[in-house]
């Protein structure tokens, strides 16, 4: 499972957070909030989870079109 950094932007937008919120709601470090939204690092699944379930989105929203197939 891979993080699309496009959707994951879009669906930050969407959900009118700041990185600094959800830091605070998904309880992942700002550091590694940065990393990933600079293509810098790859989430693990379950980060990835928790991101997703912060921005209020389907997993299969914020991931790469055909990958699917990880569990959260």
Do not use: C, H, W
């Not at 939204?37 to 790859?42: I, L, M, N, V």
Request: charged fraction near 30%; hydrophobic fraction near 40%.
């Amino acid at each position: 499972m891979k993080l699309d950094n496009v959707k994951f932007e879009n669906a930050l937008a969407e959900s009118g957070m700041t990185l600094k919120e959800l830091y605070s709601t998904s309880k992942v470090s700002d550091n590694a909030l940065l990393a990933i939204r600079k293509g810098e690092s790859t989430p693990r699944p379950a980060t990835i989870g928790r991101i997703a379930k912060a921005l209020g989105v389907d997993v299969r929203d914020i991931i790469q079109e055909g990958d699917d197939n990880g569990s959260v």
